[in-house]
Structure formats: structure tokens, C-alpha cells
């Protein structure tokens, strides 16, 4: 059975930094892209950025400030985010792909984790 379990959210003021990780189990990824997702209440989920096997995507909204990046293991994804501003205040996901090109659009992730929660204070 695959898993993804993220960590590292919490609460930061405006202008901080988190990381957060994600671990896969179940099968292996490291062919295949890796993203994150992140949602509000009342919103759609919506792209933050992804990696796959040989590139990396970023929402215009968090380029320049976010990094994704694998782990060793390639199992294992992370975001460093960077001056952080209350509107990236969100319940962050992260996904995998069984394709190679898997980019933004979230029709082409096949798991999910169970999210983490990110707040940004002014």
C-alpha cells in the first residue's frame, strides 16, 4: 500500500521559512514526478510546484521563494519556502506520479498524503 506522509508545517511569521517533507512507502518514485499541492477553505486545490525526472515546476505565485528538491533517497520530496506571506497560508499536499511527466495539473498524480497545515502571520 503507498503512503505519503508530510511534515514540517506549522506556524511562521510573514517572511520566515519552513521546509517540508514528504516521505513515500509502498513503491518506488524515483522515476516518476513528485509534487505539492496546496488548498484553503473555500478554494480549489491548487499547484505549488513539482519535480520530475528532469524538471522542476513552479507556480509564478511562489517562484523565486519556494525550492523543491528530492531527497538521497528519491523516495522522498521537500519544499523550502522561503519569505513566506500570509496568502501562502494553506493545507499543503504532497503527490506522486506514476508518469514521467507529470507537471501541474493535478489530474496526473495517482497518491496523495494526508496534508499539512502551513499559517502565515502578519
Known amino acids: 500500500q503507498v503512503q505519503l506522509v508530510e511534515s514540517g508545517g506549522g506556524l511562521v511569521q510573514a517572511g520566515g521559512s519552513l521546509r517540508l517533507s514528504c516521505a513515500a512507502s509502498?513503491?518506488?518514485?524515483?522515476?516518476?514526478?513528485m509534487g505539492w499541492f496546496r488548498q484553503t477553505p473555500g478554494k480549489e486545490r491548487e499547484f505549488v510546484a513539482a519535480v520530475s525526472w528532469s524538471n522542476t515546476y513552479y507556480a509564478d505565485s511562489v517562484k523565486g521563494r519556494f525550492t523543491i528538491s528530492r531527497g538521497n533517497a528519491k523516495n522522498t520530496v521537500y519544499l523550502q519556502m522561503n519569505s513566506l506571506k500570509p496568502e501562502d497560508t494553506a493545507v499543503y499536499y504532497c503527490?506522486?506520479?506514476?508518469?514521467?511527466?507529470?507537471?501541474?495539473?493535478?489530474?496526473?498524480?495517482?497518491?496523495w498524503g494526508q496534508g499539512t497545515q502551513v499559517t502565515v502571520s502578519s
Open positions: 509502498g513503491r518506488t518514485f524515483s522515476s516518476y514526478a
Open positions: 503527490a506522486a506520479s506514476t508518469t514521467v511527466a507529470a507537471g501541474t495539473d493535478e489530474r496526473d498524480y495517482d497518491y
